[in-house]
């Protein structure tokens, strides 16, 4: 468990603008989900139309075949939805927003009682009422270097001019 420091808030409350992960990657999410949506299902109808026989209502391995494409629409249907989300900070709240500009999650940044690292570029943030997973894109690491770097410089030359 990492509680947040001021310094960790001061630092999230200075980064300012929309991040969103690479647009080759939303294209491939948004094709996977059409794939997940149509080409699937119909492989199914189309096995039940034209198959040589069709498919066996008692035959396990035939069941599992059909459950399977009927529940690739729904993971299709998540896929497309949270494809190509973004990130909004505008120095008191980070907003999660879907592709179409619809907030997911919105936290306060004061009011963040944990930041915890899940994996390499995903961080946990933690509020007493709501959680937020962050994915840091390449933009967002930018972003958090270049304040990282001010804040360090301010810090060097602070002594040097008191």
């Not at 409350?13 to 999410?29: A, L, M, P």
């Not at 026989?53 to 896929?79: E, H, M, R």
């Not at 999660?96 to 009682?113: C, M, P, Q």
């Not at 410089?153 to 001019?161: C, F, H, L, N």
Request: aromatic share 12%; glycine share 8%.
């Amino acid at each position: 468990m990492n509680y947040t420091t001021p310094e960790d808030l001061e630092l999230l409350k200075s980064i300012r603008g929309s991040f969103r992960g690479k647009k080759t990657d939303t294209i491939v999410g948004l094709f996977f989900a059409v794939l997940m949506m149509t080409a699937l299902p119909s492989i199914t109808i189309y096995t039940f139309l034209v198959g040589d026989g069709g498919l066996s209502p008692t035959s396990i391995k035939d069941i599992f075949f059909v459950a399977l494409n009927i529940l690739s629409i729904p993971f299709g249907i998540f896929l497309w939805r949270f494809t190509g989300m973004r990130y909004e900070f505008d120095g008191e709240r980070i907003t999660h927003r879907f592709r179409n500009g619809k907030a997911y999650r919105e936290i306060r940044i004061s009011d963040l009682i944990e930041v915890t690292k899940r994996e390499e570029g995903v961080y946990f943030l933690r509020t007493e009422r709501s959680e937020l997973s962050l994915v840091i894109t390449k933009e967002l690491q930018k972003e958090i270097a270049e304040q990282v770097g001010r804040h360090n410089s301010g810090q060097r030359s602070a002594p040097a001019s008191a």
